[in-house]
Nanobody, 118 residues
Framework: QVQLVESGGGLVQAGGSLRVSCAVSGIIFSVYNMGWYRQAPGKQRQLVASITSGGTTNYADSVKGRFTISRDNAKNTVYLQMNSLKPEDTAVYSC????????????WGQGTQVTVSS
């Protein structure tokens, strides 16, 4: 059974930092590409950051320079370090695991709420 479990969300003031984690089980984590997505109320889900199995990272323009995605294959965990948080970063953050070439397919966690107060 594949499981992705996010943790680390919470309430933080604008300008603060938070790190969310996603612990993965049931798959060979090291061969999967991982992504962090977020969805704010009334808005579409968007890709925030991704990291390939080889370690190549990619970021949405809105978070470049503020967020850092990383992975620890020994711990089967992907992280998202979020600095200089803004109220517009408020959303449910979810992690996703997929293989290269998969379209509209992947494994999802349940999400963790991040709220940034002004």
């Amino acid at each position: 059974q594949v499981q992705l479990v996010e943790s680390g969300g919470g309430l933080v003031q604008a300008g603060g930092s938070l790190r969310v984690s996603c612990a993965v089980s049931g798959i060979i984590f090291s061969v999967y590409n991982m992504g962090w997505y977020r969805q704010a109320p009334g808005k579409q889900r968007q890709l925030v950051a991704s990291i390939t199995s080889g370690g190549t990272t990619n970021y949405a323009d809105s978070v470049k320079g503020r967020f850092t995605i990383s992975r620890d294959n020994a711990k089967n965990t992907v992280y998202l370090q979020m600095n200089s948080l803004k109220p517009e970063d408020t959303a449910v953050y979810s992690c996703n695991a997929k293989m290269t070439g998969w379209v509209n397919r992947g494994y999802w966690g349940q999400g963790t709420q991040v709220t940034v107060s002004s």
